[in-house]
């Protein structure tokens, strides 16, 4: 007499496996609360910065213009206007100081140009209810301006997202290894389909939020009458979103494996401290170098701080069509080295319990 048996459940594949990591990980930082008020506050700091700078711009007194004789206002413009005789009168009275802008008499349709310093005067313009031609004595003020509130921008987002979510990842990965439950994990998934896991589900989130936070500053910025911040970040946009996956990653597989190679929280900064230099240095050499044509082009070639470098200079069109392409190749090329190296680092330290591992140890297995 045969007994029939029933046939034995098959294993998910390894894509379905990494997946269904991803997809805990993902929900895990959803339904904390840490992590649901630090993006609400990050929120509400970004539209309280703009609220407060389309006040501070709406309360201001009323620009003063020069207006250059044969040059005529139109009606309701808010102008502290001063009348001059000549366009060289208009321009030592802007170069002095004394007024914000000028306003010249011109052959287009609306009968007058605004001449500004070294950047565009936004707040003539928008006094004006118009848009005018402008002129500027000096453009490269303008993009030397623009070229900073670009390279903040695009350096906080990656230092913030890079920072909060690398330590997040790290904790989760004590976390496992303090509470045993990593070795419940391992029974059923191999080691490299839990971190993949972890990383996928880490950097699903962090985009999801930068993306969240970007919706949000143009949605503001519009409303609030700033667009022209916005004008050139089309394409550099693409291309940060496009490096910071790549950047994240890196990082994100680094934060993990140091993350992996201590067993208490309390010990976490001893080994994520050096990853995490990696990520304040690309951030603060973007805040004094900014304007370094060669610092930020060795920055968009060194692949923990090309995703800041190259999309900068993306939007000051100092690079040519080929070297994002080039950057991205190096980036990529690191990325991948740089998962094998963290995977092998993670893989023999996290079922290694009590003293710190040795970068040593954990290298060699």
Sequence with gaps: MTTAHAPAARPYSTGRSVWLVAQREIMVRLRSVAFLVSTGLMLVLLLGSIVVSALVSANAPDPK???VAGATLPDGADLDAQDVATRADAEALLREGEVDAAILPSDSTLGFTVLGDDSVPTGVVQALSVTPDVELLDASGAAEFLGYIVAIGFGLIFFLSAMTFGSTIAQSVVEEKQTRIVEILLATIPTR?????????????ALGQVALLLAIAIVSLSVTGQSELLLGLGMPFVWFAIFFVFGFVLLASLFAATGAMVSRLEDIGSTTTPVTMLVMIPYFAVVFFND??????????????????MPLRLFTGDAQWWEPLLSLGILVGTCLAVIALGARIYENSLLRLGQRVKLAEALKG
Excluded: D, E
């Design 65 to 67: 213009v020069a207006v």
């Design 292 to 309: 370094n044509p060669v610092v930020v082009t060795v920055m968009s070639y060194v692949p923990f701080s090309a995703p800041i470098g």
């Design 193 to 205: 389909v839990l971190l993949a896991g972890k990383i996928i589900g880490t950097t699903i989130l």
